[in-house]
Every structure is written in C-alpha cells, then in structure tokens.
T-cell receptor, first 111, second 114 residues
Framework: QKEVEQDPGPLSVPEGAIVSLNCTYSNSAFQYFMWYRQYSRKGPELLMYTYSSGNKEDGRFTAQVDKSSKYISLFIRDSQPSDSATYLCAIRMDSNYQLIWGAGTKLIIKP | DAGVTQSPTHLIKTRGQQVTLRCSPKSGHDTVSWYQQALGQGPQFIFQYYEEEERQRGNFPDRFSGHQFPNYSSELNVNALLLGDSALYLC?????????????FGPGTRLTVL
C-alpha cells in the first residue's frame, strides 16, 4: 500500500464549478499536509498547507484535513481555465523533512 | 529575488554515462532537497543537504550522490545512467530555522537517457 493515494484523473469540469480534490494516507504520524499545483513542464508551487487537523481558506481555495479518516481535501470555488493543472498532495511528519507525495490529479477546466 | 534556479533545463545522455545537475536556492534559504519525478507520477525524495552535509536520504541507490557548497548551492550527480533514470529532477530549497519549512521548487531539469 502506498503511503499516499491520489486519483490521477483526469478530472474535467466546466468553468465556474466547485472542484474537489482528495488524497488518503496511511500513517497517522503525518502532521503537515500540503497542496501543490504543477503546470506542464514546470516545478510544483505551494498552494496551501495545514498543520494537523482542520480547515484553511485562502481566496478561492480551501484545504481540509480529517486526521481521524486520514483524508485530505482541496476545494476550488469558481474554477477558472487557468486552474487547469496537476494538483499534488504532499505530507510529512513533524520530525522528518521528507515530503511524501501523491501521484497528482490532472484537472481540466472547460471554458 | 530569482527564486530557485536549476541548470541545465534539458539534458540527453546515453546509458552508462554520468550527469551533474545544478541548483541555486532561493535567497535566504540554507537547505536543498532533490526529487525525481517520473512522467505521470509525484516527486520521489532523493536526499536533502544542510550545512554541506547529506542530512536525509530517500530510497535511491548510491549511484545518486550530491554536494552542497558554502554558498548553499547544490549539485546532483548520477553515475552509470540507466534508461529508468529518465525523469524531471527537481530541486527545492527551504530555511531550516522556520517552524514550517515551506519548500520552494525550481523548474526542474528534464533528463532523457537513451
């Protein structure tokens, strides 16, 4: 079993829709939860991070962590064609700086 | 601020050759990590350098080695290249002294092994 599971998609939605992206993980020791966006042939850029459980909102983006279910989510409101990219979840433990990554979900926003 | 820079952008090598990739961290950062990202996959952690020492290593063979210089820049060396080493190699930098160590990524070096 992989430490982090993420549906690779692609996920195709119309412009303006709410997008829900998800990852599950196996080790309850993970404490930092991050979402990165990666455009084609570019390096990942950090969108959101959360420490431990809870929600975090930044503009159109909301990150949720449910440690009891080992489930993390990223919601994108009012999706735009420019949001089309691959979204990767990454997690790490408190004492370990190594990021463990999901495979990434390819998101396509149709105008 | 130039952010994290990597060179070269693209590289084509043949099996058995050796390659060196370079990374300059974001200004103010002292820690560099290297990742390998195969097509359609998430990045895999290779190793992390801090204070010119390899601080942590992922599950990669000894063919993968690195170095960090006093100015915090870093090199990734891969010996005896295999076809399976073809990937995007990402460098990420951070400042270890912060409670949350956000990693900033460079654009990557795309290595093709023929």
């Amino acid at each position: 079993q992989k430490e982090v599971e993420q549906d690779p998609g692609p996920l195709s939605v119309p412009e303006g829709a709410i997008v829900s992206l998800n990852c599950t993980y196996s080790n309850s020791a993970f404490q930092y939860f991050m979402w990165y966006r990666q455009y084609s042939r570019k390096g990942p850029e950090l969108l959101m991070y959360t420490y431990s459980s809870g929600n975090k909102e930044d503009g159109r983006f909301t990150a949720q962590v449910d440690k009891s279910s080992k489930y993390i989510s990223l919601f994108i409101r009012d999706s735009q064609p420019s949001d089309s990219a691959t979204y990767l979840c990454a997690i790490r433990m408190d004492s370990n700086y190594q990021l463990i990554w999901g495979a990434g979900t390819k998101l396509i926003i149709k105008p | 601020d130039a952010g994290v820079t990597q060179s070269p952008t693209h590289l084509i090598k043949t099996r058995g050759q050796q390659v060196t990739l370079r990374c300059s961290p974001k200004s103010g950062h002292d820690t560099v990590s290297w990742y390998q990202q195969a097509l359609g996959q998430g990045p895999q952690f290779i190793f992390q350098y801090y204070e010119e020492e390899e601080r942590q290593r992922g599950n990669f063979p000894d063919r993968f080695s690195g170095h960090q210089f006093p100015n915090y820049s870093s090199e990734l060396n891969v010996n005896a290249l295999l076809l399976g080493d073809s990937a995007l190699y990402l460098c990420a930098s951070t400042f270890l002294g912060l409670s949350y160590n956000e990693q900033f990524f460079g654009p990557g070096t795309r290595l093709t092994v023929l």
